[in-house]
């Protein structure tokens, strides 16, 4: 099999493919959805902002943006990269000022540079520096770990000069890319352990224990580490019932219900405030529900998506996690990764699963495990009884067999896993 992948690219009618395939370990997978998204603003003044969770694989796709780069300009001085995880930085965490000068010299006044900044979080006023290393003769790249890198004195001082691309870990596709595999086991074991890179990479870390290791340093350096919480266990406790009702609604109420019944009960604005630091840590995503019939965005009943399903497995209990919000999960990020958005969709009669949309496009999908029996298929299918626009309608569920009718199409999930233009 390493055999194999070392040549995955070889004979690709595809130059770039080729020519990026001269540069990395072959062990490494081009992240291309994210490449082609980014890829037309190289050269652009915008300040390109990649984030994501932590080992999501965001420097590793700045390392290939810039092996894309230097295949067009043939010049590595003009290419500037600073890792501010690299001991070797540390310096510069406290000291912008001098950051400053040290890149102003390495600039060159002639030609466009290429400036890359890798989790730029760790700076002191970063902000600052940003915006004046902007001014100056570059194209500007820089990553960051927080969803909130966009906000505060960035957001002002830059507003309509920035573009944000959000990193996922590897999608199913990509990790069967990378693995050269697609069977029952593999999913199996991607819907329990998730995307994260760096598992895949290092092929005999037990992935348990990976995913384990990796949670408890997100706790610790990107919440922990900027929040002022006085009962860490408090907030682990509730971190792990958000993690384990990934897909279920959360609500004032259901904070307090858990909190009470824990023995760690908590205020319902503290329970927002933690909600708030997981995101920011994008431990989760929101996603707000839409009045279909209205057409309006709705603030109450949110439901919380965990970024990977190995943080789930991970969580106490978590033997009896639901199965189909398990599966509901693995789709919502799915659609995250392909740069749609996604909400839920609010109906007179209940609601659908998910309101995708991209532009004017827009369709409904339904996630169950399976459609095991007449009463399950016509709960699931019955879901958009009430929308009464033509916009294409989706059930996605573990079934081989295909069970579409009444103009509503059934798709199996590794089939939509693998295959991005099956719905739309």
């Known amino acids: 099999m390493e055999n194999f992948k070392?040549?995955?690219?070889?004979?690709?009618?595809?130059?770039?493919?080729?020519?990026?395939?001269?540069?990395?370990?072959?062990?490494?997978?081009?992240?291309?959805?994210?490449?082609?998204?980014?890829?037309?603003?190289?050269?652009?003044?915008?300040?390109?902002?990649?984030?994501?969770?932590?080992?999501?694989?965001?420097?590793?796709?700045?390392?290939?943006?810039?092996?894309?780069?230097?295949?067009?300009?043939?010049?590595d001085s003009r290419i500037i990269f600073y890792d501010f995880e690299d001991f070797s930085n540390e310096k510069y965490q406290n000291n912008p000022h001098e950051f400053y000068n040290v890149i102003t010299r390495q600039l060159s006044n002639k030609d466009k540079n290429y400036v890359f900044l890798d989790e730029i979080q760790y700076m002191k006023d970063f902000e600052k520096v940003i915006a004046s290393i902007r001014k100056l003769n570059c194209s500007l790249f820089v990553t960051g770990s927080n969803s909130k890198l966009l906000s505060g004195e960035l957001a002002s001082v830059l507003t309509g000069r920035?573009?944000?691309?959000?990193?996922?870990?590897?999608?199913?596709?990509?990790?069967?890319?990378?693995?050269?595999?697609?069977?029952?086991?593999?999913?199996?074991?991607?819907?329990?352990?998730?995307?994260?890179?760096?598992?895949?990479?290092?092929?005999?870390?037990?992935?348990?224990?990976?995913?384990?290791?990796?949670?408890?340093?997100?706790?610790d350096r990107d919440i922990f580490s900027k929040h002022v919480i006085e009962d860490k266990n408090k907030f682990k406790n509730f971190a792990s019932y958000v993690m384990l009702h990934s897909g279920e609604t959360i609500s004032t109420e259901s904070i307090e219900r858990y909190t009470e019944k824990a023995g760690?009960?908590?205020?319902?604005?503290?329970?927002?405030?933690?909600?708030?630091?997981?995101?920011?840590?994008?431990?989760?995503?929101?996603?707000?529900?839409?009045?279909?019939?209205?057409?309006?965005?709705?603030?109450?009943?949110?439901?919380?998506?965990?970024?990977?399903?190995?943080?789930?497995?991970?969580?106490k209990d978590s033997d009896n996690q639901n199965l189909g919000f398990l599966l509901e999960t693995l789709v919502f990020n799915e659609l995250l990764s392909r740069g749609f958005s996604v909400s839920i969709g609010k109906t007179y009669k209940g609601e659908v699963?998910?309101?995708?949309?991209?532009?004017?496009?827009?369709?409904?999908?339904?996630?169950?495990?399976?459609?095991?029996?007449?009463?399950?298929?016509?709960?699931?299918?019955?879901?958009?009884?009430?929308?009464?626009?033509?916009?294409?309608?989706?059930?996605?569920?573990?079934?081989?067999?295909?069970i579409s009718r009444n103009g509503i199409k059934h798709i199996n999930i590794r089939d939509f896993l693998l295959d991005d233009s099956c719905i739309g």
């Open 6 to 75: 070392s040549l995955r690219f070889i004979g690709s009618k595809n130059k770039l493919e080729k020519i990026l395939n001269l540069f990395f370990n072959a062990d490494m997978l081009i992240r291309k959805k994210y490449l082609n998204r980014i890829r037309p603003y190289y050269n652009s003044e915008l300040i390109k902002v990649i984030t994501g969770i932590r080992r999501s694989g965001k420097s590793t796709i700045l390392k290939q943006i810039i092996s894309e780069i230097k295949t067009e300009i043939n010049d």
């Open 162 to 219: 920035v573009i944000e691309f959000r990193v996922q870990p590897f999608s199913y596709s990509e990790a069967s890319e990378y693995m050269q595999t697609d069977n029952d086991e593999f999913f199996d074991d991607y819907l329990k352990f998730g995307g994260f890179p760096l598992r895949y990479e290092e092929h005999s870390t037990d992935a348990f224990l990976f995913s384990k290791n990796l949670y408890d340093a997100i706790l």
């Open 264 to 315: 760690d009960k908590i205020s319902k604005s503290t329970g927002y405030q933690y909600l708030d630091y997981m995101e920011e840590a994008f431990l989760n995503n929101c996603c707000y529900r839409y009045d279909i019939s209205g057409k309006q965005m709705l603030s109450t009943k949110k439901k919380y998506f965990a970024v990977d399903t190995s943080l789930i497995r991970i969580q």
């Open 353 to 402: 699963d998910f309101v995708v949309s991209s532009g004017k496009n827009i369709c409904y999908i339904q996630v169950c495990y399976l459609l095991a029996s007449e009463e399950i298929i016509a709960r699931e299918f019955g879901a958009f009884s009430s929308i009464r626009d033509s916009y294409p309608k989706y059930v996605i569920s573990m079934d081989r067999t295909d």
